[in-house]
């Protein structure tokens, strides 16, 4: 497994949660990280991306103002923090690496197994 993630719950309307995505050596040399997620019936989404050596980040408008990435690079994880969560926002969350920071998940080559995010309303 090169990514796996984890952090995810359920949490009420207006909450907060911070998903992570641990990532192997091997991985880490791919120089953009990005999350995701589905929910059921719909497409696989964009949430943000970061390239590291630019700093260069990109977030869905949807997400933008409540979403944040980050990465520690001492223990091979990047973060996703999630507030004010809505009910919309459940799904499963999923972390993927690749070499663009781009919105379209099929050019992202690695993928971890997803967390399942629920907000009650």
């Known amino acids: 497994v090169q990514l796996q993630a984890s952090g995810g719950g359920l949490v009420q309307t207006g909450g907060s949660l911070r998903l992570s995505c641990a990532f192997s050596a091997r991985v880490s040399s791919t120089p953009c990280m990005g999350w995701f997620r589905q929910a059921p019936g719909k497409d696989r989404e964009f949430l943000v991306g970061i390239r590291w050596s630019r700093a260069y980040t990109l977030y869905a408008d949807s997400v933008k103002d409540r979403f944040t990435i980050s990465r520690d690079d001492a223990k091979d994880t990047v973060y996703l923090e999630m507030n004010s969560l809505k009910p919309e926002d459940t799904a499963v969350y999923y972390c993927?690496?690749?070499?663009?920071?781009?919105?379209?998940?099929?050019?992202?080559?690695?993928w971890g197994q997803g967390t399942q995010v629920t907000v009650s309303s």
């Open positions: 993927a690496a690749g070499s663009n920071v781009v919105r379209d998940s099929s050019k992202y080559a690695y």
